[in-house]
């Protein structure tokens, strides 16, 4: 059984930074990639960014140049750093790890709990 636990969360004034991170723990095979995505009120989930085992990251219009995400292998872990925030940015934001539990499972989408995140002065 998987499980991801995300951190990092809170409240934040507009300009300010958070670093989210989730970390997952379990039984994994492979995970082929990592991501963020995020659910305002009254809004559907939304994709923020991702990053591939091979490093490849992709991420919203809205977020780019403000964001970044990176991994780390070891601990199999992914993180979000968010700079120049925004109250726009305020959210839930869900970690999804792409991942096989066994080589002979297909992939399959994890998500973490929800953290979170709100600009404000």
């Known amino acids: 059984q998987v499980q991801l636990v995300e951190s990092g969360g809170g409240l934040v004034q507009p300009g300010g930074s958070l670093r989210l991170s989730c970390a997952a723990s379990?039984?994994?095979?492979?995970?082929?990639?990592m991501g963020w995505y995020r659910q305002a009120p009254g809004k559907q989930r939304e994709l923020v960014a991702t990053i591939t085992s091979g490093g490849t990251t992709n991420f919203a219009d809205s977020v780019k140049g403000r964001f970044a995400i990176s991994r780390d292998a070891a601990k199999n872990t992914v993180y979000l750093q968010m700079n120049s925030l925004k109250p726009e940015d305020t959210a839930v934001y869900y970690c999804n790890f792409r991942l096989r539990v066994g080589v002979q499972d297909g992939p399959g989408d994890y998500w973490g709990q929800g953290t979170q995140v709100t600009v404000s002065s």
């Open positions: 379990g039984t994994i095979f492979r995970i082929y990639a």
